[in-house]
């Protein structure tokens, strides 16, 4: 059964960090490209940060480009996601997800399942 389970969600402060976790199972996290989305309260849900499987291409939303830094500990089966000067728009919900298409200029194509999500709450 795969599965993938986010944490380190929280509330922070203007200018904050967070790291967040995803501990896959059920799958062999080699064989896969993955990546964090998220979605706002009433907003769509959108591709922040992809990597490939060896860590060679990343893919960063304009809007976290150089204050988010994704990785990957395979022998973990974890992935991460790094994130400094958090501003209150990066409020939402993170998702890790399996992805088809990484490159430097896309992430695309999620695989089901979803995990159940981390709450990111940045306060002004």
């Known amino acids: 059964q795969v599965q993938l389970v986010e944490s380190g969600g929280g509330l922070v402060q203007t200018g904050g960090s967070l790291r967040l976790s995803c501990a896959v199972s059920g799958f062999t996290l080699n064989d896969y490209f993955v990546g964090w989305f998220r979605q706002a309260p009433g907003k769509e849900r959108e591709g922040v940060s992809c990597?490939?499987?060896?860590?060679?291409?990343?893919y960063y939303a304009d809007t976290v480009k150089g204050r988010f830094t994704i990785s990957r500990d395979n022998a973990k089966n974890t992935v991460y996601l790094q994130m400094n000067s958090l501003k209150p728009e990066d409020t939402a919900v993170y998702y890790c997800v399996r992805v088809l298409v990484v490159s430097s200029t896309a992430c695309r194509a999620p695989l089901a399942p979803w995990g159940q999500g981390t709450q990111v709450t940045v306060s002004s």
């Open positions: 990597i490939r499987s060896s860590s060679s291409t990343t």
